[in-house]
């Protein structure tokens, strides 16, 4: 499953090398227990209909959205990390926000992120990191103004309000024929793991296709490709591209959720699918979708999970509703 291309440039570097498997535990969430049972691939029978909406757009309908949630519990707060999103001619991905909430639910904005912040055309979904040291960082997908380009920022501070003024830098940068957006990341007690969504550009009228490519890297700025995770399997429902959108570390029994789409008419309506560790990388579980919004196109992407002490598990998740915005809902599973 290793190999094929990959965005092997400036502190990147291609690197053919085996590596210890997944540790048996994740640790990339300051937890305040460290018993809780790792969280379990989620049940569809209650994903959609036991959840609530956290957050809606402004304005309904396609193209509107609010979504691709990061989220991280820290001593007791929730910290939710989402882009705001206009259709098309009107702004695209506009700004990502930082808020925090006690409950999980009822969300205040903390930091506001335009995208003229990074010079962006647009932005996709960030990534929330609480490193083991304490302090906060954010990944974030940038467009490249005037192009089909996109490369990943990285803010850094002491604070998630200090944010605000962190000073930009671009530490997984693409070039002219691969796209890079979309990070998963994840700390294992020893190293930085990172799953993003790379896209070919050698085809201007199809850089929808998408893989997901996994690095590796000691201080997380600093990232050392590894090779393909994950493709799309030809002729089922995720052909056209796949996506990681969350990664549960636990050593032989690691697996993750992610996007999938069949055609390019089914981009910005993916919908969820399951994968598990296999030598090295990871493969498919099933040949259909295991989650999907009930309202056609039936788009339910970008979900996250945040294992709780005691071994409970919330959801977040972007979805599209029955006019066609998409909403960030979220769901709690009992332990």
């Given at each position: 499953?290793?190999?094929?291309?990959?965005?092997?440039?400036?502190?990147?570097?291609?690197?053919?090398?085996?590596?210890?498997?997944?540790?048996?535990?994740?640790?990339?969430r300051r937890m305040t227990s460290s018993a809780s049972p790792t969280p379990r691939p989620p049940t569809a029978d209650r994903f959609w209909a036991d959840a609530e909406v956290v957050l809606a757009p402004d304005d309904p309908g396609p193209g509107a959205w609010v979504g691709g949630p990061s989220a991280q519990l820290v001593d007791g707060t929730w910290w939710l990390a989402y882009r705001l999103r206009r259709p098309v001619g009107e702004g695209r991905g506009f700004a990502n926000v930082v808020a925090h909430s006690t409950d999980g639910v009822r969300f205040t904005p903390v930091v506001e992120l335009g995208k003229e912040v990074f010079g962006a055309e647009s932005l996709e979904r960030p990534a929330l990191v609480h490193t083991p040291e304490g302090r906060w960082r954010l990944y974030v997908s940038c467009a490249t103004p005037g192009t089909k380009h996109w490369r990943v920022d990285l803010l850094e501070a002491e604070s998630v309000p200090a944010l605000a003024t962190a000073i930009p830098r671009t530490v997984l940068p693409g070039d002219g024929s691969t796209a890079v957006k979309d990070p998963v990341i994840r700390h294992d007690g020893q190293q930085w793991h990172l799953w993003a969504s790379v896209h070919p550009l050698d085809d201007p009228d199809a850089t929808d296709r998408m893989t997901t490519e996994h690095a590796t890297s000691h201080d997380g700025v600093v990232w050392t490709w590894r090779g393909t995770a994950l493709t799309g399997t030809e002729g089922t429902w995720d052909a056209r591209g796949v996506r990681f959108a969350t990664v549960v570390l636990d050593g032989s029994r690691t697996w993750a959720l992610y996007d999938g789409r069949a055609t390019a008419a089914e981009n910005w309506e993916e919908r969820t699918g399951l994968a598990v560790a296999h030598e090295g990388g990871f493969t498919a579980v099933g040949r259909e979708p295991i989650l999907?919004?009930?309202h056609p196109p039936f788009g339910l992407r970008y979900a996250e999970v945040v294992e709780m002490p005691g071994g409970a598990a919330r959801w977040f998740y972007e979805a599209t509703r029955a006019d066609g915005a998409h909403e960030l809902r979220t769901v709690l599973y009992p332990a």
């Amino acid at each position: 499953m290793w190999g094929g291309a990959g965005p092997w440039r400036d502190g990147c570097c291609r690197e053919q090398a085996h590596w210890a498997p997944f540790p048996a535990r994740d640790r990339s969430r300051r937890m305040t227990s460290s018993a809780s049972p790792t969280p379990r691939p989620p049940t569809a029978d209650r994903f959609w209909a036991d959840a609530e909406v956290v957050l809606a757009p402004d304005d309904p309908g396609p193209g509107a959205w609010v979504g691709g949630p990061s989220a991280q519990l820290v001593d007791g707060t929730w910290w939710l990390a989402y882009r705001l999103r206009r259709p098309v001619g009107e702004g695209r991905g506009f700004a990502n926000v930082v808020a925090h909430s006690t409950d999980g639910v009822r969300f205040t904005p903390v930091v506001e992120l335009g995208k003229e912040v990074f010079g962006a055309e647009s932005l996709e979904r960030p990534a929330l990191v609480h490193t083991p040291e304490g302090r906060w960082r954010l990944y974030v997908s940038c467009a490249t103004p005037g192009t089909k380009h996109w490369r990943v920022d990285l803010l850094e501070a002491e604070s998630v309000p200090a944010l605000a003024t962190a000073i930009p830098r671009t530490v997984l940068p693409g070039d002219g024929s691969t796209a890079v957006k979309d990070p998963v990341i994840r700390h294992d007690g020893q190293q930085w793991h990172l799953w993003a969504s790379v896209h070919p550009l050698d085809d201007p009228d199809a850089t929808d296709r998408m893989t997901t490519e996994h690095a590796t890297s000691h201080d997380g700025v600093v990232w050392t490709w590894r090779g393909t995770a994950l493709t799309g399997t030809e002729g089922t429902w995720d052909a056209r591209g796949v996506r990681f959108a969350t990664v549960v570390l636990d050593g032989s029994r690691t697996w993750a959720l992610y996007d999938g789409r069949a055609t390019a008419a089914e981009n910005w309506e993916e919908r969820t699918g399951l994968a598990v560790a296999h030598e090295g990388g990871f493969t498919a579980v099933g040949r259909e979708p295991i989650l999907q919004s009930p309202h056609p196109p039936f788009g339910l992407r970008y979900a996250e999970v945040v294992e709780m002490p005691g071994g409970a598990a919330r959801w977040f998740y972007e979805a599209t509703r029955a006019d066609g915005a998409h909403e960030l809902r979220t769901v709690l599973y009992p332990a």
